[in-house]
């Protein structure tokens, strides 16, 4: 079992900043790509930033230069640090990673339970 724990949502006003944390636990073998992803009431979820285990990146064009994932793959860590948040990034925030439990297993795609943001005034 393995299971993924988001802390770091809440309340902000326009041009805030939020740091998001994602950490994985549970069997853990090894962890591939990790992302975040956001879903806005009445949208669909989408990729908010993804990183590679190498630490490659890469972002929704809307958050480009705002927003920076990174990843501690000694703690199975993802962190998501956004600055300058508009009205617009209000969501819940998904974690997503690829893991493996052991040698004989493929990666499992899992998700965590999501963060609220709000960004308001």
């Known amino acids: 079992q393995v299971q993924l724990v988001e802390s770091g949502g809440g309340l902000v006003q326009p041009g805030g900043s939020l740091r998001l944390s994602c950490a994985a636990s549970?069997?853990?073998?090894?962890?591939?790509?990790m992302g975040w992803y956001r879903q806005a009431p009445g949208e669909q979820r989408e990729l908010v930033a993804a990183?590679?285990?190498?630490?490659?990146?890469n972002y929704t064009d809307s958050v480009k230069g705002r927003f920076t994932i990174s990843r501690d793959n000694a703690k199975n860590t993802v962190y998501l640090q956004m600055t300058s948040l508009k009205p617009g990034d209000t969501a819940v925030y998904f974690c997503?990673?690829?893991?493996?439990?052991?040698?004989?297993?493929?990666?499992?795609?899992?998700w965590g339970q999501g963060t609220l943001v709000t960004v308001s005034s």
């Open positions: 997503n990673a690829e893991i493996r439990t052991s040698w004989f297993t493929g990666y499992l795609e899992v």
């Open positions: 549970g069997s853990i073998f090894s962890i591939n790509a």
């Open positions: 990183i590679t285990v190498g630490g490659s990146t």
